[in-house]
Nanobody
Framework: QVQLVESGGGLVQAGGSLRLSCAAS????????IGWFRQAPGKEREPVAA????????YYADSVKGRFTISRDSAKNTVYLQMNSLKPEDTAVYYC?????????????????WGQGTQVTVSS
């Protein structure tokens, strides 16, 4: 089992940047694919980005391509989501999730563990 804790959210103006962190407990962190999802008020949860166990495969939603970058640091048991050129429509609670498969991609059902989320608010 793995426990996930997100951090790095906050309030930022449009055009600004934030870096979210997803810290995982346990020594088997490298065994999990990691995904970032977000949920805005009144909307369904949607995938944002994902990274494979090895870090060699990534996925980005079309809405964030070219602005967000996902990466992982196995030595620190942490996955990062660097978010640049933020827009008001990026406002949401961001969740990280861990999946036991080598690469879990965009489908939430392929993830087994979820963090509590961190709020990102982008003002116009």
């Amino acid at each position: 089992q793995v426990q996930l804790v997100e951090s790095g959210g906050g309030l930022v103006q449009a055009g600004g940047s934030l870096r979210l962190s997803c810290a995982a407990s346990g020594r088997t962190f490298s065994s999990y694919a990691i995904g970032w999802f977000r949920q805005a008020p009144g909307k369904e949860r949607e995938p944002v980005a994902a990274i494979s166990r090895s870090g060699g495969m990534t996925y980005y939603a079309d809405s964030v391509k070219g602005r967000f970058t996902i990466s992982r640091d196995s030595a620190k048991n942490t996955v990062y989501l660097q978010m640049n050129s933020l827009k008001p429509e990026d406002t949401a609670v961001y969740y990280c999730a861990a999946g036991r498969t080598p690469y879990s991609g965009r489908d939430a059902k392929d993830y087994d563990y979820w963090g509590q989320g961190t709020q990102v608010t982008v003002s116009s």
